[in-house]
């Protein structure tokens, strides 16, 4: 049996699976469940003992164990998307060019979406480790507000990425989710 995707191949697509998993998940808590002003207003709603201060304080340390994840989940983030580059530029690119007008249309496609996947995850990088190191104070507020549109790019492209597999499954690439994990390419063929 032939191997389609390496074993490093496959390893970071899981990693990057993985990390960006958890940190849509703490960002999507940060921003909502664990919003900082909303426990707060929680806190104020069953106390009026403490001064808002503490009630923030509270607030950020209840969360504090939740976002060291995304902080941590960001190195390894940064570390797989650097090594998937290096690999890209070494192996060659590995999904279909969106520039290539010889290949059909459902596999630029295909390629379009991992195009947009590899920019909007350079855009949350850069602009995740600007905030924690403190670049451009002056455009904080916008820099944040950029980052924080994962909220929307991550599941729009987890939306496409599961309907292509789907797609891929059911038509002309049978078995290409386990080629993913076990990099066997599949008898069905
Ligand atoms: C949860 C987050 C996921 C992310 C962020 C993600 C990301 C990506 C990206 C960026 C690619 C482009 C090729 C590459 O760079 O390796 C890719 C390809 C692929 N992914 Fe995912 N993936 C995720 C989940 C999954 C799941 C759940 C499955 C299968 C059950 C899957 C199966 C595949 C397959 C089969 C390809 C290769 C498609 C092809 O070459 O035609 N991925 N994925
Ligand atoms: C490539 C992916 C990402 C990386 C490397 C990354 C990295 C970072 C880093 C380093 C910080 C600063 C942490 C600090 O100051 O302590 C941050 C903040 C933040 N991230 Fe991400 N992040 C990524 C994706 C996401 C996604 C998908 C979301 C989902 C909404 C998200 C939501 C947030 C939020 C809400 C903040 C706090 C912003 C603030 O109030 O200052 N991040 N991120």
Redesign the pocket.
Known sequence: MKT??TPL??F???T??????VLYGTGFLRMYWLNKHKMVDIIASKTQALPKEEMTEIAKAIRAPMWEWHVSFAYVMVFAFLV?IIY?IAKGI???SLFNSKLPMK?RL?GS??LF??VF?FVSMFTGVSLKQGFFPEMKDSIETVHKLGIYW?PI??LL??A??LI?EYTN?KG??S???SGKESDLK
Do not use: C, D, N
């Open positions: 389609k995707f191949h496959r970071l697509h899981w990057i699976a993985v990390a960006m998993t998937r890209m590995k999904f279909p596999e295909q979406i991992y996947f590899y995850v991550f492209f987890i990425h599961i292509g597999i891929a690439k290409i989710s080629e993913m994990i």
